[in-house]
Nanobody, 127 residues
Framework: QLQLVESGGGLVQAGDSLRLSCARSGRTFSNVVRGWFRQAPGKEREFVAA????????VYADSVKGRFTISRDNVKNMVYLEMNNLKPEDTAVYFC????????????????????WGQGTQVTVAL
């Protein structure tokens, strides 16, 4: 088993920045793709970003491209999401995810491709 724990969420003003962290513990897997999804009230879970074991490739949702940066530290078993120029529409619960299977049947963008999820951390962006 693998455990993912997010931290760093909170209430910020539009235009502010926030950094989310995700700590991994438990069983060690190789070539794990890590990423972030988010879910706003009344909406489906939405892909945000993902990063391969080596740090490349990295993919982003169009809605966050240029504002968010995903990174990872494999020594510390951490993944980060640096969020800049936050907008009210970024308000959501953010989930850390991992794909430990070593393959994707369709795309990095689909929630079903990730077999481990954290509990989520709330990010609220006020006007």
């Amino acid at each position: 088993q693998l455990q993912l724990v997010e931290s760093g969420g909170g209430l910020v003003q539009a235009g502010d920045s926030l950094r989310l962290s995700c700590a991994r513990s438990g069983r060690t897997f190789s070539n794990v793709v890590r990423g972030w999804f988010r879910q706003a009230p009344g909406k489906e879970r939405e892909f945000v970003a993902a990063i391969s074991w080596s740090g490349s490739p990295i993919v982003y949702a169009d809605s966050v491209k240029g504002r968010f940066t995903i990174s990872r530290d494999n020594v510390k078993n951490m993944v980060y999401l640096e969020m800049n120029n936050l907008k009210p529409e970024d308000t959501a619960v953010y989930f850390c995810v991992a794909n430990t299977r070593g393959y994707f049947s369709a795309s990095w963008y689909f929630a079903r491709e990730y077999d481990y999820w954290g509990q989520g951390t709330q990010v609220t962006v006020a006007l």
